[in-house]
């Protein structure tokens, strides 16, 4: 970069200045002091329909609909939640399916009218789907067919009312669009209703894993997402602003891929809400299929991708099997956990015209903090990128002391993005929490003289697997149970494709079978948190002098004998 072109905080204070389109100013939010957006939406509601056009904005397989289209039907559903179910604001509603058009439809119509969407994990157990609504005092359940198969093998009793998402007649549960034909018939079309929420009234509920216990609900208000999405919109903006020549004029709508569930906030905030102000249009699947996402690419323009580590290998395999035309990808972002450098240069060379990006975030931040792309990313392939706008970060060690550039510390982040709090867990709040506004990822990171954030560890023990997030802890509760093993330890190893997968060591009075270890686990554990390496050893595991168990080494044993990282 020669001296006269502009560095990039020079350019943020450009865009960000008085009467500048994304002019920020002294706010606050949960009386945190923060800097926002002057000209953001107030909250979802007013997003939603300042993003109105007969532009396609859903499309899913052979259903198609405009955002017109998608805001009135949003608005039969709030009318149906409010009148025939009581919905007030404040008053939780779960959804808990796959990606399907109804999912959209549902968070629409439960924020525009103050409601809290509990974005549930459809990979959730029964008992986990329990915990999850009454932890959440959810009035009201969206699911379909397979959630409600989970939801009936429920033991405990759990006080919400449901609504069948694609399946007649599923245990007398009425369906949705039978209740909205029927609603249609007797009050034609409904304009929204009037209820609406306040900027800093909580918006949804995402629950996040922990490294020990159950999971966390993460409340978010409607300002901590409009952060977000303002944030990432300016450094878009930025990153064209800084190019030596500006990109030609788009010559059809953008168009990106849900590659990701939408309870995740990647799907839902990096992929889904920041669609509205961009008209782009979100083509989803069923499930994840390489094979097919090379064929919407292709047929659909698709010009961006967000996922993990392990569905952009998927890509980027098939793309080299089939040769499919995939020339229209200009961007293929990832997110959950770091990706291999490896990789990153991998999409450059696999992919005609898209350029790699990532970003760090948290389900606690409303995934933003920093972010990384194009040039600049393949310049550092290691880094999750420079800060956001309206955020700060700040490395301290034990002490709570501020260290200098290029010093491992605990990664602190404060500013608009930044959760409201744990839902009903005053406890991990006040761990979570430090004077000033500053929030404790649990990170160990350093930032390097030029601001680029390198994340080197994690003080919480957890397995980030495709951008899920695994409890060591609740893994290793589930292996003790069995009555063959004496001492458990779950840790991380990289993987390639998922990013991280869970292993396991183990102390056991007598080898057990890996089909019946297996099977064991299935009762006990969602599928995708079951152990993929298992390493099974006679002797008591090793520990420190005050008896911890050395995880650390474990895990460099594990490594040595799998041949990664």
Known sequence: MSDIEPTRLEMLAKLTAPGQPYELIDSTVFGRDCRFFKNAPATLRELFADSVSD?????????????????????????LLMRDYGIAKGDRVAISMRNYPEW???????????????????????????????????????????????????????????????????????????????????????????????????????????????????????????AALMSWELDQTCGIAMMPEPPPPPTQQAATLLAVPLFHATGSHAVYLASYRHQRKIVAMYKWDAALAAQLIEAEKINSFIAPAAMTGDL???????????????????????????QVRNIEKSFVNALPGTGWGMTETN?????????????????????????ELKVID????????????????????????Y??????????????????????????????????????????????????????????????????????????RLGEEVATTLYVSTDIADAELSGFLQERLAKFKIPRYIHQQSSPLPRTASGKILKRDLREEACQRLGVG
């Not at 995934?367 to 955020?391: F, K, N, Q, W």
């Open 104 to 226: 959209v439809l549902s968070f629409m119509a439960i924020t525009s009218i103050g409601g809290i969407a509990v974005a549930m994990n459809s990979l959730w157990r029964p008992d986990e789907m329990a915990y999850g609504l009454i932890d959440s005092g959810a009035k009201v359940l969206l699911a379909d067919g397979e959630r409600l198969e989970r939801f009936a093998q429920i033991t405990e009793p759990v006080n919400v009312q449901t609504i069948a998402i694609r399946t007649n007649d599923y245990a007398g549960i009425p369906e949705l669009s039978v209740l909205l034909d029927q609603q249609a018939q007797t009050h034609g079309e409904l304009p929204m209703p009037q209820q609406r929420p306040e900027p800093e009234d909580d918006a949804t509920i995402l629950y996040t894993s922990g490294s020990t216990g159950h999971p966390k609900g993460v409340v978010s208000c409607h300002k901590n997402i409009l």
């Open 55 to 79: 532009l396609e904005f859903l499309i899913y397989e052979d259903e198609r609909l405009t955002f017109g289209q998608t805001l009135r039907k949003s608005a039969q559903l709030a009318q």
């Open 398 to 421: 034990e002490e709570g002391t501020p260290l200098a550039s290029g010093q491992r510390g605990e990664l602190l982040i404060r500013g608009a993005g930044v959760f409201r709090g």
């Open 423 to 496: 839902w009903n867990r005053s406890d991990a709040n006040a761990e979570t929490f430090l004077p000033g506004g500053w929030m404790r990822t649990g990170d160990v990171a350093y930032l390097d003289n030029e601001g680029y954030l390198y994340i080197v560890d994690r003080i919480k023990d957890l397995v980030i697997r495709g951008g899920e997030n695994i409890g060591c802890g609740e893994v290793e509760a589930a292996l003790l149970e069995h009555p063959m093993i004496q001492e458990a330890s779950v840790y991380a190893v990289p993987d390639e």
């Open 367 to 391: 995934a933003i903090g920093t972010g990384i792309g194009g040039m600049d990313y393949l310049e550092h392939p290691e880094s999750s990128g420079r800060c956001s706008a309206v955020m």
């Open 316 to 342: 980027v395999q098939e793309a080299a099997r089939t040769k499919r035309d995939l020339s229209t990808l200009a961007s293929v972002g990832g997110g959950g956990a770091p990706r291999a450098p490896e």
